[in-house]
């Protein structure tokens, strides 16, 4: 045996288990030492016959795949669509996320705007690339250990398996994928906007930038408005999810709408929704109180029909007549 | 890819299949990786050998052949017979393939 067939060998052989690697060794070893002795039986140089077996063998790698019987891809057909299914969700959701939390923090620490936007961008982008290498991960790993026989080609999972249970529901519109990303963005943005709002202020008094809302909500009326806005998310998702609005959404949507405006129009009517150090710095000192009951006024009213508007609409989705939007267009 | 490419790729795809039949059949008398390379080659069952080696293995953890090895040459070879479990799959083969010739030819058109 010289030593490029050696190297073959050890090539070919050395991610084989143990218990079986002397074997095919010798095996593969006579197989080679046969087709050689051919090629120079008719005629052929043994250095040259030896070099054109070898490469007719072809990539050691791929050879020694095919003894161990293991997939020569990273994720195959068993998995590929659930992984594909599972990477879009997440990417959907985690990174939106991701971006709010990486803005909060970043705002809550008085971060300027440049450096809020910079960190939020590198962040997601982090938290992409980490998302698709381990999911890959886990379904490369997958691939590679659950259920494998020879010759079993129905996946054993019960989960791999699909049936009609999880075809798609036809969307009306409205309900589409747009919807909830609209609706988790416009989430997001209330949030980032409240925070910025208590830490910078929305309003230029022309010395000093001085917040809307009344510094007292923080920490915790504003954090009851974070979970009641957590809520309205899951709720976007859910609702995407379903395919559709359920009385059970409808009477949901209505409890969350209520649970902001109800606190919200009581905080204003006992003035502590809006900062009264705004009102009594921006406007002249004789008319203030005449201008805040005014603005509270229109806030309240403003509040109630937000609220009541949100209520119908979901009423109104729930019980639209649902349409198939397949053939129009 | 170019049309020679798909024709190789669909005669491969059909191929697929015959070659398992084909040793299965032939191993019914014991016979050696590179020895059986040749018959198969001979029989029109033109195999490469990076394909019949991992084959007979596999064929082999499976229960359909039987091996043993041979060590009265100077080189040791490993030789390969067909079990009653690899009699009964190349029947069983046979049985599709022929079934399988008979619905083609009844999709051709006579001449």
Redesign the interface.
């Known amino acids: 045996m010289t030593n490029l067939t050696e190297r073959y060998i050890y090539a070919a052989t050395r991610s084989v288990p143990e218990k079986s690697r002397g074997?095919?060794s010798?095996?593969?070893e006579?197989?080679i030492?046969?087709?050689i002795d051919?090629r120079v039986d008719s005629g052929e140089p043994r250095i040259e016959a030896e070099r054109a077996v070898l490469n007719?063998?072809?990539d050691p790698d791929?050879?020694a795949a095919?003894?161990t019987?293991r997939p020569t891809f990273l994720i195959g057909p068993r998995y590929y669509f659930e992984w594909w299914r599972l990477l879009k969700l997440l990417l959907w959701i985690v990174p939106v996320c991701a971006a709010f939390g990486i803005a909060l923090g970043q705002v809550l620490s008085g971060a300027p705007a440049g450096a809020i936007i910079g960190s939020t961008v590198a962040g997601v982008l982090g938290v992409v690339v980490h998302l698709a290498f381990w999911v890959t991960l886990v379904f490369a790993i997958l691939e590679r250990s659950a259920g494998r026989s020879?010759?079993d080609s129905a996946p054993p999972e019960p989960w791999a398996t699909w049936s009609v249970d999880r075809l798609p529901e036809i969307r009306p519109k409205g309900m589409g994928f747009g919807d909830m990303v609209a609706s988790l963005v416009f989430l997001a943005v209330a949030a980032v906007a409240i925070v910025w709002d208590r830490f910078f202020g929305f309003v230029w008094t022309g010395e000093e930038r001085m917040p809307v809302l009344n510094p007292d909500l923080w920490p915790w009326w504003i954090a009851g408005l974070f979970v009641i806005m957590i809520g309205e998310a899951a709720m976007a998702i859910a609702i995407y999810r379903t395919g559709r609005w359920t009385p059970g959404f409808a009477v949901l949507n209505a409890v969350l709408a209520l649970a902001v405006a109800v606190p919200a129009i009581w905080l204003l009517v006992n003035n502590q929704l809006l900062n009264p150090a705004f009102f009594t710095t921006v406007i002249p000192a004789d008319s203030a109180a005449e201008v805040y009951s005014v603005v509270s006024v229109l806030t309240g009213f403003g509040i109630a029909i937000i609220a009541g508007w949100d209520i119908i609409d979901g009423i109104l989705k729930t019980f639209r007549p649902a349409r198939t939007p397949v053939c129009q267009s | 890819m170019s049309d020679d490419d798909i024709l190789a790729m669909h005669l491969q795809e059909l191929r697929r299949g015959t070659v398992v039949l084909a040793c299965l059949q032939l191993l019914r008398t014991p016979g050696?990786?590179?020895?059986l390379?040749?018959t198969l080659d001979a029989r029109g069952f033109a195999t490469?050998?990076?394909?019949l080696?991992?084959?007979l293995?596999?064929l082999e953890?499976?229960g359909y052949l039987d091996s043993e090895w041979n060590t009265d040459e100077a080189?040791?070879?490993?030789f390969y017979r067909t079990s009653a479990a690899g009699a009964a799959l190349a029947a069983s083969l046979t049985a599709e393939f022929r079934a399988i010739a008979t619905a083609i030819a009844s999709l051709t058109p006579e001449n």
Do not use: C, I, V, W
């Open positions: 074997d095919l010798t095996e593969l006579a197989s030492g046969d087709a051919a007719d063998l072809g791929k050879l095919g003894y019987d020879a010759g | 050696y990786g590179y020895g390379l040749e490469d050998a990076n394909t080696y991992p084959l293995r596999r953890k499976q080189r040791p070879r490993k």
